[in-house]
């Protein structure tokens, strides 16, 4: 039914028109994201098990090569696997999240060449393989503060600002490049080896009191992601967890801007995807 509304709808609105058709296609946004939930596991052999294996996997290797070979120390009175852990959860949301934004367009291809829709829908439906798999990977962590016997900080209530920080991030970054991603098929190689190499810029296996007082540590700061999994980490580990808040300023900012800059852009570009898939 979902499906039928939609094709009522034409292209080339006004801008009002635009957000009011995306209001009226929320059930169509329901329907693109149980199927990507569907995709996401309907044809591997352990399922939503993968989602737990992952983060448990990579938890292990990243304690191993920075706590025992590195010889790295987690700050003072945080346990390195639930430090490694903390940034991780966070880290996944964003890398999760980024990824599927920015091939949204491509994997919805005969959707795009068929059928007129406001396509934002496809991005924002992408976001919910991600927040699945940061809801797993959040409850490990809940686990492991049990085994650890570290109760959770009272901070966790700011939790949800870190997580929409998260998405702002991930939505601005992944907007502009599935507009990439349409034009140019190369960037699609390119987005797994950002992701992988972001994951070591990022201080997800190390605490950023590594570079306190360093003389680029407000260069280090401009990194929008270095606030969120901080500040991420501060919310459940409390003040022993080294967190800068000025390192949210260049998160809200940059983020923003960069978020303004894709949806003006994707706008732009969204009805020429056709004549590029």
């Not at 939609?6 to 929320?26: C, Q, V």
């Not at 945080?78 to 949204?104: C, D, E, H, K, R």
């Not at 797993?136 to 503060?145: E, N, S």
């Not at 190499?197 to 992601?225: D, F, I, Q």
Request: with cysteine.
């Amino acid at each position: 039914m979902a499906t039928q509304h939609s094709i009522t709808i034409k292209a080339g609105g006004s801008e009002k028109d635009y957000w009011k058709e995306l209001w009226l296609n929320k059930q169509l946004l329901w329907i693109l994201s149980k199927r990507d939930l569907s995709v996401r596991y309907k044809q591997t052999l352990l399922g939503v098990a993968w989602s737990v294996l992952r983060p448990l996997m990579t938890m292990s290797v990243m304690v191993f090569v920075y706590s025992y070979v590195a010889k790295l120390k987690a700050d003072p009175g945080i346990p390195y696997p639930l430090m490694v852990l903390g940034g991780l959860t966070i880290w996944t949301f964003f890398a999760n999240t980024f990824t599927q934004i920015s091939n949204s367009i491509l994997i919805n291809h005969n959707l795009v060449s068929k059928v007129y829709f406001p396509r934002l829908l496809m991005p924002l439906s992408s976001v919910a393989v991600g927040f699945v798999d940061f809801l797993i990977t959040f409850g490990i962590y809940l686990v492991v503060t049990v085994i650890f016997q570290t109760p959770i900080s009272w901070q966790i209530v700011f939790l949800p600002c870190f997580i929409f920080l998260t998405f702002i991030t991930s939505m601005g970054f992944g907007l502009f490049f599935a507009v990439l991603n349409v034009r140019f098929r190369d960037i699609g190689q390119l987005i797994p080896f950002m992701v992988q190499v972001g994951m070591y810029v990022c201080p997800v296996a190390y605490p950023s009191s590594l570079v306190k007082g360093t003389w680029y540590e407000k260069y280090y700061n401009l990194n929008p992601l270095v606030g969120i999994i901080d500040g991420f980490r501060w919310c459940l580990l409390g003040s022993k967890s080294y967190f800068n808040p000025q390192s949210l300023y260049s998160t809200v900012i940059t983020s923003s801007i960069i978020l303004v800059i894709s949806l003006i852009y994707f706008r732009k570009k969204e009805n020429t995807f056709v004549d590029h898939i």
